[in-house]
């Protein structure tokens, strides 16, 4: 009712609380020196939600009141608010002398409570889901209260130890390869250092036969003999020897050259391969409401509540 400005009237109060009937819970919100109650309805439920896809599977509770109506409709959980505490906190009396608003018939008829339960449990089915974030690249979704700040920074580690792991692989996947390279290198510079040291003996043995050959004809005609002329040939198979061993540490180094062109050929690929993993671009984040199955409600509380009155 209104007064003459046109402003609300506040709701009549009497000193005496009105009688409960049985059958209803009757429950008090605590109030810093409260003087006055109003009644409204209480609700409170512990709320499962579940996402297997997501690997969501957290209990909430949800607690709300809602003013009781004078109207057709004594009861709209639409307007319902965050009640101010949870039901550990509910008193189970009031103050002493305290008044109270007389409240609509309605809310002192135990029969209406079974179905503002039901009402509450729509209510949270259609209303109240659970808001998370989730990141299905890496496989990741909030916790509950957790900001979104903290989870982008979970996701940011998760998505670096996914691409270390990547690249990881990566290398693994190579690794069969550049160790058959490597060993190619390997025995390539082994072939050379052979082939160098053949080379070295060779000319060695070719310079001695040379001496040898040439003191012989300075002995005089008759030291040119069969034997000299043998000297001289053998002399002439080691040169042609020492011309085809230093052919050999050519095409030795040669092979090499192409072993350790493939090597780093090989690693190059790797580097760049392992590059384009690491400049992938973050995970995205989502929003996502997870609603709760009407199973997964579990109603402890519907109860006539006694508000402070501001």
Do not use: C
Not at 114 to 131: E, N
Not at 228 to 248: F, N, P, Q
């Amino acid at each position: 009712m209104a007064d003459a400005g046109g402003k609300q009237a506040a709701p009549a109060t009497a000193p005496t609380r009105p009688i409960v009937p049985s059958g209803i819970q009757e429950v008090f919100v605590p109030g810093s020196g409260a003087a006055s109650y109003s009644a409204a309805l209480y609700g409170s439920a512990k709320v499962r939600y579940t996402d297997a896809k997501r690997g969501i599977d957290v209990v909430e509770e949800v607690n709300a009141i809602t003013p009781f109506a004078s109207g057709a409709i004594p009861v709209d959980w639409e307007v319902a608010e965050d009640a101010p505490v949870g039901p550990e906190a509910l008193a189970g009396s009031a103050a002493p002398e305290t008044t109270f608003a007389a409240p609509p018939a309605a809310a002192l008829d135990a029969r209406k409570y079974a179905g503002w339960s039901r009402d509450f449990v729509d209510w949270i089915v259609r209303s109240r889901p659970l808001t998370i974030f989730s990141a299905k690249a890496v496989k990741l979704a909030s916790t509950p209260g957790e900001s979104g700040r903290d989870f982008r920074v979970r996701v940011q580690l998760a998505a670096r130890e996914q691409r270390d792991a990547q690249v990881e692989k990566l290398r693994g996947s190579y690794a069969t390869k550049v160790a058959r390279a490597t060993e190619k290198v390997r025995k390539a510079g082994e072939a050379i250092a052979r082939e160098q040291q053949q080379v070295t003996q060779q000319h060695l043995q070719t310079a001695v036969s040379v001496g040898a050959t040439l003191l012989g004809a300075f002995l005089g005609r008759k030291a040119l003999s069969a034997a000299t002329l043998g000297r001289a040939t053998t002399v002439a198979r080691g040169v042609s020897r020492s011309m085809k061993e230093t052919g050999d540490v050519a095409t030795a180094q040669e092979r090499l050259a192409l072993a350790q062109q493939e090597l780093a050929g090989l690693q190059q690929q790797i580097e760049a391969e392992a590059s384009a993993l690491a400049g992938t671009t973050e995970p995205a984040i989502e929003t996502v409401e997870i609603k709760p199955k009407r199973g997964n409600v579990d109603v402890r509380l519907v109860a006539l509540a006694w508000v402070p009155l501001n």
